[in-house]
């Protein structure tokens, strides 16, 4: 079923690719809401098991060892076998193992449930961006991936309050809400794959309009192929310096965000002595100032790249100019001595951090053909996740070595500015080389 071309009805729901795309911001919600409950937890269970700050460090940087080889993995596969399939599975597997993170008992035990949990978390970056290819106009890229992007720190800033309600209702026990969020991701899963199709020829709902608008016309998808017909491989897209200095961009962005998803409840904890109440509103306002951001992006380098005709541009100032503003600002949330000091400069931090969430993808589906896409966005997340590997060992080391938080959140500055001016650097867009023909008509139609 999931494969057969089905003849497009004339009559059903106008504008189907937006109902895919709020099915995929369900997905990611619920991949984001689960990665952030182990930051929520950590507390309880470092006191539990007596981690120190490195140890847990450690087990967070687990999670990334496996999932960033599943970035290029589902990246890669999704060109294979769709986007549909691979998230689907996907997500039933990291289902499974945010249920079994509750019986978790030791170092070891928690190491391995991360390390396989990040399995079916690696795949969603890139399927999301392979699934917006299938499904959406370059012209509204940044804006339809700036708002599947924007469930990602929604599903945190849900999951925070959550988690803290779940473990209130059972007197603090940590593993319940593992359990709950475990069983409703299968659920989830068992919808996505009722409602998603690969492309819109594919689906049963699609009517004739909204089939006609996709695949021709001012609406029409980017090209599966180059402008001469021909299939590259991947790595020669990964040759060029638009795409290795927005991989080394989003390393910085990945830097922080890991940084804070595993490890800032624990600092409002530790350093501010926040109660577990406190803790649902603080730890929740710098997830909320991030989906703002990530739909802002989106939206504002679209207008922009409408107005100016270069989309590219627009999108590499973006993300140059709110990295270094994330460096600036998250720095000093360490120095603070006010728990509201710390939220604000971590929420100003998460804003623009997020405002350039959106970037990454739109940037490299602005230059990698369809039938490429999977495989090259993919391998761009798993450059940029190796700092998910780094970023909390690294912070958790340094907050061990010094009794402070100070060294560990003043690297992830200097990380997160190095990687705003090497994209300022060498972050030169060649789509017009490549694709010419599908860069002029993209032009042509943001000037419309």
Avoid at 82 to 99: C, D, E, H, L
Avoid at 365 to 380: A, I, K, N
Wanted: glycine residues 10%; proline residues 4%.
């Amino acid at each position: 079923m999931a494969n057969q071309v089905v003849k497009p009805r004339t009559s059903g729901w106008a504008k189907l690719r937006w109902g895919i795309l709020g099915m995929d911001c369900l997905l990611l919600a619920l991949n984001y809401g689960d990665r952030a409950m182990i930051g929520v937890a950590a507390p309880h269970i470092i006191e539990e098991f007596h981690f120190s700050s490195a140890v847990w460090g450690i087990i967070i940087s687990a999670f990334a060892f496996g999932y960033a080889p599943f970035c290029f993995i589902g990246g890669w596969t999704s060109d294979k076998l769709g986007p549909r399939k691979v998230m689907g599975w996907a997500a039933i597997w990291w289902s499974i193992f945010t249920g079994l993170t509750a019986v978790g008992f030791n170092f070891v035990s928690f190491v391995i449930l991360r390390f396989l949990f990040g399995f079916g978390e690696g795949p969603q970056a890139s399927t999301m961006a392979k699934l917006v290819s299938n499904w959406f106009p370059q012209r509204e890229t940044a804006t339809s991936v700036g708002i599947a992007q924007a469930a990602t720190p929604l599903g945190g800033a849900l999951a925070t309050p959550l988690v803290v309600w779940l473990m209130a209702i059972t007197n603090g026990s940590w593993r319940f809400p593992f359990i709950v969020l475990g069983i409703i991701g299968i659920l989830f899963a068992l919808g996505w794959f009722l409602v998603v199709r690969d492309k819109p020829e594919n689906h049963p709902w699609i009517t004739a309009k909204e089939l006609a608008e996709i695949q021709s016309g001012e609406l029409a998808r980017r090209p599966e192929f180059e402008s001469d017909g021909t299939t590259r491989p991947i790595s020669f897209y990964l040759k060029k310096p638009i795409v290795w200095s927005t991989a080394l961009a989003f390393f910085g962005y990945n830097w922080v965000l890991f940084v804070f998803t595993g490890w800032f409840p624990t600092y409002l904890v530790q350093a501010h002595n926040i109660n577990i109440k406190s803790l649902a509103i603080g730890a929740t306002i710098p997830w909320i100032a991030g989906t703002v951001g990530v739909i802002l992006g989106g939206v504002i380098t679209d207008r922009i790249a409408k107005k100016t005709g270069n989309p590219a541009k627009a999108r590499k100032w973006l993300m140059v100019i709110c990295l270094i503003g994330v460096g600036v600002s998250f720095v000093p949330a360490a120095l603070v001595t006010s728990i509201t000091g710390a939220v604000s400069l971590m929420a100003i931090s998460m804003f623009l951090n997020y405002l350039t969430c959106a970037q990454y993808f739109a940037i490299i589906s602005d230059t990698v053909p369809s039938s490429r896409l999977g495989g090259v966005m993919g391998m761009v997340h798993f450059i940029a996740v190796t700092a998910g590997i780094l970023g909390p060992f690294v912070t958790g080391w340094l907050v061990t070595l010094t009794n402070s938080w100070v060294s560990g959140f003043a690297v992830c500055g200097i990380i997160v500015i190095a990687g705003a001016i090497c994209m300022a650097i060498f972050g030169k867009s060649d789509s017009r080389e490549n694709l010419i023909e599908r860069g002029n008509k993209h032009i042509t139609e943001l000037s419309n």
